[in-house]
């Protein structure tokens, strides 16, 4: 499993290579303000994945848990 | 809980397929639950319209790999004469009542899924200069693993009032449409609860539009007694906008529905006021009250 620190710079790509030219912090609220979407779901989950070394739960997933880079690593950072 | 026997001494002819046949009280309930929602529509200004029982494949190829359990097709015969004589002159019929198909025509056509699909196609190309409401209802048909009556059918009845407008406009209108649903659930004595819900899409785990409805607010339904959902509040983003070149403000249009299972209604207000006709809510005078409040 990667440090959070790293985990965190890998979506900080991740979410650059999605939005291109629009400033975004690790707080900005990603799917509430539609810079991503729906589509980048799947590619995203795989992605928090093989950062973390463990599966993630669809059925699990919450209201929120993807809502910025800072929530995904609260969220996904360190395996349950 | 209210049983076959009760409903069927109120109204209800039920069809093991999962399609509902009515009459008598339970018949002049939902015409009231349908009136009822209608004058809730009117608290927006809500314009009916009316549409076929059909929509076209090509408007539906998102909702085809999503939903493919539950679609059901209209389709017919290849109508060159020999493939009908075939047919006509075949078994027709086989000894489990499935019809012996020769030849059949290009499948085009689904049988509606959700009332609302039809605004957004009917709306293509629009520019909006303000938020747009429309009201309409359609019989609906979703294939299900089982049907139980008036609760899970595979035909049933959908009102829907549909937003076409601005993210903020939008948000207030599903914000308004919730309080009334609760408030015309009050005063009818039907507690409900909402609560975030996900649409059963096939293969859901790695599917974007199950996943986003995990994550984000986008669809709520109101249910009595942990019954299925009597009500759903869905938000689209700008899914049918941009799909549909519709406009508002120059941006592409954001759209919202709030859906209306009138069968399920009929089950949870036989469930919660019995089966005499004479203990159920006046729902269109509670329908009103919501609207002049």
């Given at each position: 499993m990667r440090s959070d620190t790293e985990i965190r710079a890998e979506l900080r790509t991740f979410v650059r290579r999605h939005t291109g030219q629009v400033a975004v912090t690790d707080d900005t609220p990603l799917f509430t303000l539609r810079l991503l979407r729906s589509v980048h779901l799947p590619e995203l989950i795989i992605l928090l994945e093989r950062l973390r070394g463990a599966p993630i739960d669809v059925e699990q997933l919450r209201i929120g848990?993807?809502?910025?880079i800072d929530a995904m690593v609260a969220r996904f950072g360190r395996q349950p | 809980m209210t049983g076959l026997a009760d409903l069927a001494r109120i109204g209800l002819r039920w069809d093991p397929s999962g399609q509902a046949g009515l009459h008598g009280p339970l018949l002049a309930l939902a015409g009231d639950c349908d009136r009822a929602f209608q004058h809730l529509a009117s608290r927006w200004g809500a314009s009916e319209e009316a549409y076929a029982m059909t929509l076209p494949a090509s408007s539906l190829g998102g909702h085809l790999r999503s939903f493919p359990h539950q679609v059901t097709f209209a389709m017919a015969l290849d109508p060159a004469e020999a493939n009908l004589a075939g047919f006509a002159d075949g078994t027709v019929l086989d000894r489990s009542g499935a019809v012996a198909l020769t030849r059949t025509a290009p499948v085009t056509a689904?049988?509606?899924?959700?009332?609302?699909y039809h605004v957004y196609a009917a709306h293509h190309g629009e520019q909006l200069t303000a938020a747009t409401y429309v009201t309409t209802r359609n019989t609906c048909f979703r294939r299900e693993s089982a049907y139980e009556p008036l609760r899970r059918q595979w035909t049933f009845t959908m009102r829907e009032i549909v937003c076409l407008a601005t993210a903020d406009e939008t948000a207030s209108f599903l914000a308004q449409a919730r309080a009334a649903v609760d408030q015309l659930a009050g005063l009818i004595d039907l507690p409900i609860d909402w609560a975030p819900a996900t649409d059963?899409?096939?293969?859901?785990?790695?599917h974007p539009g199950h996943l986003l409805q995990r994550i984000q607010p986008v669809k709520h339904e109101a249910a009595y007694g942990g019954s299925p959902a009597l009500a759903s509040a869905n938000l689209h983003h700008d899914h049918f906008g941009s799909a549909y070149a519709i406009t508002r403000d120059g941006a592409p249009a954001t759209t919202a529905c709030l859906a209306f299972g009138v069968e399920r209604w009929l089950h949870a207000l036989v469930d919660r006021h019995g089966p005499d006709p004479d203990g159920w809510p006046d729902l269109v005078a509670a329908a009103r009250q919501v609207v002049t409040r």
């Open positions: 848990d993807f809502d910025g | 689904v049988l509606t899924p959700a009332a609302c059963p899409f096939f293969r859901p785990d790695r």
